[in-house]
Every structure is written in structure tokens, then in C-alpha cells.
């Protein structure tokens, strides 16, 4: 197999591959390898607080910082635990990403960190999903290429996709499930009286699998850990747009209610 992509100054993303297509997996890793960076939208104050905390892995230290919805309620002194919603940790000698992980999302791991052009690169990425690890990806060189290159110019075949993703309305996604867990209802919530509604943003990958899940509001923070480990495991149907599977952005509402 053989991926390269571009991006270029206008904007644009192009790229040319032979063999097997990427998995989702493998599609991530430029980014991660590259520019492991936080969507804005999670560190948006309009949006979310931020939440600091120590977690120490292998002995190592780690500096963390927690990206908390504002429209999460927290009720009687409940707290949010590390890790339920976006989580970046740092090491404890270089101001480097080492891992970042959140419920219903992969968690990644940075190691052998080395600096290039002033830059720190990971030589060394883990995925993880759940208790699974899917992929290791190793940085064997790295070579500097002049801004004249032509190979920094895309190629006369190269493919430029007009669709990334596509937005997909609630209702419409229902209509496209045909695996659902449903979530378990958290002890502390059901003693504390907490109900309602759990909204989260979600992409649905071209295999029909949840991708990046993230919260957008909830009543409760266990109520949310539940509806995220839930729907991480829900299945789709491929959305297909002109004969061919692509990504789409959606929706989801878990609603937790409870009996008489």
C-alpha cells in the first residue's frame, strides 16, 4: 500500500494511493504523527471549562488537563473523573503531548519523542481502542525536503475530494442504526435522583462505526460516561453519497429516565 496526501496553501487536500484504501485507523495517523492537536471546538470557552489533574502512568508523571462541556450539570459536589471527556497529558520534562484519551474515542499514546527543526516529533504512536490495541506506528527516518521539491506539488492524477463529511440530522441517522447498546444506568446517578437527556456529537465512520464521539451537554457526569461507552459500540449503515460511503457528522440523544 501507498498513501500520499497534500495540503496546499488555498486549502485544498489531494491525494494519491495504490493498493488497499487506509483504514480509519491509518487515516489518523498523519495527524497524530504530525499536528496531534485538539479540535477548537474542544477548547472553545464558550464551550467547555478546563479541568487540571495528575495522572501518572508507568511511573511517569503526566500533567493533564480536562476539556468539561459548560452544559454538563454538576449537582451536590459530583465531580467529572479524568478521562470521561476530551484529556491531553504532558510529560513531566518536556512541555510535549505523551497521551490523549477520552471515553468512546481512541486513546493515544506519544513515545521515543525526539526534536526535529525545533519541533518535538513522537517517533513512536499507540492506538488504543477501549482495552484494544489496534496500531503501532513507527517513525523509521526523517528527511528535510527543499521548498522546491516538486514532489511537494500534487500530482496530475492526484485525487482531490470534494466531500469530507457530511452533516446528517438525528432523525435521519435513527433510520440508519442497526446495532444499539443500550447504556447502563449509573448507580450514583439513580441514588441522586439525576435524569435526562445525554447529547453528544458524533461521526459515523464509512464502515458504518462511531468515531469521535464527544459530549455536548449532559445532567450528570456518570450519565454521560454511561451514554458514551454505549454508543461507542453502535453500528450504521455506511451513509452513501453519489454510490459511495462517506463520513458523516451527526446528532445522538441518550435519554435516562427514571421509573416510578
Known amino acids: 500500500m501507498k498513501h500520499t496526501d497534500w495540503y496546499t496553501a488555498d486549502g485544498r487536500h489531494a491525494y494519491e494511493a495504490s493498493g488497499d484504501g487506509l483504514s480509519y485507523y491509518e487515516n489518523k495517523l498523519e495527524s497524530e504523527l504530525f499536528s496531534p492537536l485538539p479540535e477548537s471546538r474542544d477548547l472553545d470557552p464558550a464551550a467547555v471549562k478546563l479541568v487540571s489533574d495528575e495522572l501518572h ?7 493533564c488537563t480536562m476539556a ?15 478521562g470521561i471527556f476530551p484529556t491531553y497529558c504532558f510529560g513531566p520534562s518536556l512541555p510535549v503531548l505523551r497521551l490523549k484519551y477520552s471515553i468512546g474515542n481512541l486513546a493515544v499514546n506519544f513515545n521515543s519523542i525526539v526534536e526535529v527543526q525545533g519541533c518535538f516529533l513522537a517517533r513512536k504512536v499507540d492506538f488504543h481502542q477501549g482495552k484494544q490495541h489496534v496500531l503501532t506506528a513507527d517513525v ?40 444499539k ?22 461521526t459515523i465512520g464509512r464502515d458504518g462505526r ?26 450504521y449503515r455506511p451513509y452513501m453519497l453519489n454510490g459511495e460511503p462517506v463520513e458523516v457528522e451527526t446528532t445522538i440523544n441518550v435519554i435516562f429516565k427514571l421509573g416510578p
Do not use: C
Open 57 to 63: 502512568v508507568n511511573d511517569v508523571k503526566l500533567s
Open 68 to 82: 468539561v462541556p459548560i452544559k454538563l450539570t454538576i449537582w451536590k459536589g459530583e465531580t467529572a473523573s479524568l
Open 140 to 179: 523509521v527516518t526523517v528527511e528535510g525536503m527543499s521548498p522546491t521539491d516538486p514532489a511537494l506539488a500534487p500530482t496530475v492524477s492526484a485525487i482531490m475530494p470534494t466531500t469530507e463529511k457530511v452533516p446528517v440530522g438525528a432523525g435521519l441517522a435513527v433510520g440508519m442504526l442497526v446495532k
Open 181 to 202: 447498546q443500550m447504556p447502563l444506568y449509573p448507580l450514583d446517578a439513580k441514588n441522586a435522583g439525576a435524569s435526562g437527556t445525554v447529547v453528544l456529537q458524533a
Open 210 to 235: 462511531i468515531r469521535d464521539l464527544r459530549v455536548v451537554s449532559a445532567p450528570w457526569p456518570s450519565l454521560a460516561a454511561a451514554a458514551l461507552m454505549a454508543v461507542s459500540e453502535w453500528q
